[in-house]
């Protein structure tokens, strides 16, 4: 795995410092908090309308990290280490092979004859400092922002390398700042430089190594939550995000109200003026002949009520999604999250000209009496995308059912059965079911 020369020098630096002071070691260490996570992944996904075989692929993942204290004094110093493995137990045939039913690639790396690699892992470590409520990292990453999420959707996360500045200095307001160089993707043990949807991608040259952030959320009161956030992946796109999220007790349950807009614009190689060199270039649709064509241009706007009442949680919400290109957002193809009312399991809803309306119900049977089982169904209805023709449109209905066991010898072990279906016809139609099995054992 990549690592940038910056990373393992104040990597090291940390380390040196801590074990050189006494006194700055038993606090380094006394904090420190190790955990081995396990997690098995099974997923199952059939292609219905497009001649593609099951894709079907079953694994074992252990994850150790290490967290330490900070060495004590007015800077404090901390070093963050992760080790991540994962076994093959079942992985199909062999990827585009004539005649195999089952095709892997999306949970393991794939060998140059196409079939699945039986195991892979890769390691990351963090450095951080600390001076009063600020915090410094550099290295390993893994931001859950507005304008940058890492996605967790398969058997390992996906881990991104940069650095980041968090500060809590002021009371109510958390201020972020950060730069990130290249991201490992959840199937990979390699890390590669960062691009869009519809780009030629890193392998052939048109990426970036500099994504650059920054934000501020403020808690205006108990009820009340403002956002700013600013992402800019250099010669792609710039990106400003602004949300409200208000909770209001009512005298029977409560309401929320989640508001989001993000505007999106070109960036550098990207941009008309710059004259957009082949491949720095946006999905989208524009019209025949136009100049602008690749051009980002995407402007966004969602609003989100959710009511709840006694474990019931109803929930209902619309996404627009104008301007001549697709929502940008970075990409390597290999599965992404992002801070949308849409994030479904499959799709995302996020082309340009698409109109999305939400509806979910969520129960937690806590209420009833049985702690630890939660269950929601979502569906997500989008038509109006731009392309050619008419009559652009796409449907997903999730269904989730989560478990914890509450008490024994198995007490934390975590079920989960996810499916989906998704038709459409500017969409595959496909059905997925993923069964996950989560466990963790604090060491420290």
């Known amino acids: 795995m990549y690592k940038t020369p910056l990373a393992r020098r104040v990597a090291l630096s940390t380390l040196g410092a801590a074990l050189a002071m006494p006194a700055a070691e038993a606090a380094f260490l006394e ?95 963090t450095a951080k400092m600390r001076y009063s409520k600020t915090v410094a990292q550099v290295g390993t990453l893994m931001p859950k922002l507005p304008v940058l999420s890492y996605s ?17 200095e002021i009371k109510n307001l958390t201020l972020i700042a950060g730069k990130i160089e290249h991201s490992t993707e959840r199937n990979s043990s390699n890390s590669d430089s960062l691009s869009i949807a519809g780009a030629d991608g890193p392998d052939d040259g048109r990426s970036s190594n500099e994504f650059y952030y920054a934000g501020a959320d403020y808690k205006v009161t108990d009820d009340l939550l403002l956002q700013y956030y600013y992402g800019n992946l250099r010669d792609f796109y710039t990106q400003h995000f602004f949300g409200l999220v208000h909770d209001w007790a009512l005298p029977v349950g409560s309401l929320q109200t ?55 949680e109803l929930s209902a919400g619309y996404q627009q999604v104008t301007g001549n290109s697709d929502f940008p957002h970075i990409n390597q193809g290999n599965g992404r ?29 806590a209420s009833i009496g049985v702690p630890g089982l939660k269950t929601s169904l979502t569906y997500f209805s ?33 079920f989960t059965w996810r499916s ?25």
């Open 31 to 125: 904090d420190s908090k190790a955990t081995l996570k396990m997690r098995n992944f099974y997923i199952n996904q059939d292609t219905r309308n497009q001649d593609a075989p099951k894709a079907e692929e079953w694994g074992q993942a252990f994850t150790l990290d290490y967290k330490s204290g900070f060495t004590e004094g007015p800077v404090g110093f901390g070093l963050d280490l992760t080790g991540q493995y994962a076994v093959r137990l079942d992985a199909g045939g062999r990827e585009g092979k004539a005649g195999v039913e089952r095709s892997p690639g999306s949970v393991f790396p794939l060998e140059s004859n196409g079939k699945a690699r039986r195991d892979f892992g890769r390691l990351g470590a």
């Open 152 to 168: 967790d959707g398969r058997l390992l996360p996906q881990m991104f390398q940069g650095a980041q500045v968090t500060s809590k």
């Open 420 to 444: 989906a279906m998704q038709r459409g016809n500017d969409t595959r139609d496909r059905d997925e079911n993923r069964l996950i099995v989560n466990y963790s054992i604090p060491l420290l």
């Open 337 to 365: 999250s992002l801070y949308l009312i849409t994030n479904a399991q499959m799709g995302k809803f996020a082309s340009s000209g698409e109109k999305t309306w939400v509806a979910g119900y969520a129960y937690d049977f």
């Open 258 to 312: 989640d508001l989001r807009y993000f505007e999106s614009n070109s960036d550098g190689e990207n941009s008309h003026s710059s004259g957009r060199a082949d491949g720095y270039v946006s999905s989208g649709y524009w019209g025949a002949g136009s100049s602008h064509r690749g051009e980002v241009d995407s402007h966004l706007w969602s609003a989100m009520l959710t009511y709840s009442l006694a474990g019931h």
């Open 382 to 414: 989008g038509d109006g995308i731009d392309a050619a023709g008419n009559d652009h449109k796409e449907w997903e209905r999730d269904l989730r059912v989560d478990y914890a066991v509450q008490s024994g010898l198995f007490k934390g072990v975590g």
